[in-house]
């Protein structure tokens, strides 16, 4: 049977973030539906406690005048309790307070003493609960100009605007999602202790903060280029920044110069990170689908090394589609690390473009053993994630998956397409048609299924860079 679990204040970006985060646990919680109109109506409350066996309490209201905030959120727990006191079976009750709780404001009493008063209900009564006392949140699609200043600054540097420090405080600050996965151990383990102070995940000054945010705008609005992402918190940090990038951003063409067949972008700087794809296509009865797409990606210093990719693609009747990606690294001088990665799609009826990635990773002498494998795809650092290319036939289409870590860049290298994508908790879909004729990238944003469907006659070639290779950040959602 699965873990009953219910939300109060689902829609505001906590309770959002947890049903969606939830989602990803369908086989074992089951989130039971709530509405605000449920604490002016008794009943209905009774029966949401009734069907939970854990209630995770975000409801609050945040602003206004001091007193109404206080005895609102007051009202809201004195509620709750009252609906708990007739519900034979007590759920487990988690309470969202905040670091504010130590301020003598409408909202920092409120939370205070609204966490008292649910744990001495809950020990009269011998009741599981669990206070979090928690830092500032940020995280993906948080409301801007409202209570995270890491939100409002993301949407004005994403959105031509320049962002103001009022007060350049130290913030102790904890990503959604950090808090989110405390949560979900907590639904599973129950109580471990009363009340809980949530470490934060980083502590920075409001300034040291937009100075990161700044540089995300200028390297991957302006030049786009991925940042440097070694640090749990700048990587989710920039997760953030990119949530506030409009879908009209998309697609961003490449500098392209066309000599022949060749294709040549450079994304990065002077002699760093450029990217050169070169296309061939030749025709023929047996192998005329045959397409050879080579990139090369060189940069910087003196043995930085080079980076070779080379694909393959061959038609049929039988094995029309397989496409064999192989890659070579190498660098240095005495102890020069070489890598190879190897990747074949194979098709068929059903499984026609599913890829399999193999890497072989082989040294020189005594101290080759260690693999360098850059991919240099459409922008990003050196000797950082994979590329992925896949080709699909015609009408077919691939996808219906979100990440809620991994950035993703998806460019068309031949063929014509329609990428669609929708965040996972909207109806709202947002669909690009993609020519490789006109070569171009899409960046895809955490927690957005997506799909892509060959619109062409031919078939369709596609690269994907990824900023990680953990498959364990692929959850399948249909459009």
Known sequence: MKHRVGITGRHGFLGTSLDRYLQRYEDEIEVIPFSRDMFSQPHDLIEFCRNCDTIVHFAAVTRGDEEAVYRVNMDLVLSLCSALEHVEHVPHVIYASSVHETRNTGYGRSKREGRMLLEEWARKNGSPFTGLVIPNVFGPFCRPFYLSFIATFCYQLTHGQEAEIHVDALMNLVYVEELMELLVSLIRTGPQESCITVPPGGVFLVSEVLEKLTGFRDLYCVQGI?????????????????????????????????????????????????????????????????????????????????????????????????????????????????????????????????????????????????????????????????????????????????HAETFERLSILQGNASLRMRRIDSEWVTEYDLDGDAPGYIDIPVYHTHEITNTGVSDLVTVVWSDTSDERDTFFETI
């Open 226 to 402: 991925v940042p440097p992402l070694d640090e749990p918190f700048d990587r989710r940090l920039f997760t953030t920044f990119h949530s506030y990038v409009e879908p009209a951003h998309f697609p961003v063409p490449l500098d392209v110069s066309r000599e022949g067949d060749t294709r040549v972008a450079a994304p990065g700087e002077k002699d760093r990170e450029g990217v050169v794809i070169s296309m061939l296509a030749s025709g023929g009865e047996k192998d005329h689908e045959k397409v050879v797409i080579s990139m090369l990606a060189s940069g910087g210093e003196k043995d930085r090394g080079k980076a070779v990719v080379s694909m393959l693609a061959s038609g049929g009747e039988k094995d029309r589609g397989r496409a064999a990606v192989s890659m070579l690294a190498s660098g240095g001088e005495k102890d020069r690390e070489r890598a190879a990665v190897s990747m074949l799609a194979s098709g068929g009826e059903k499984d026609r473009g599913r890829a399999i990635t193999s890497m072989l990773a082989s040294g020189g002498e005594k101290d080759r053993e260690r693999a360098a494998v850059s991919v240099l795809a459409l922008g990003g650092e050196k000797d950082r994630g994979r590329a992925v290319v896949s080709v699909l036939a015609p009408g077919k289409r691939m996808g219906n998956h979100y």
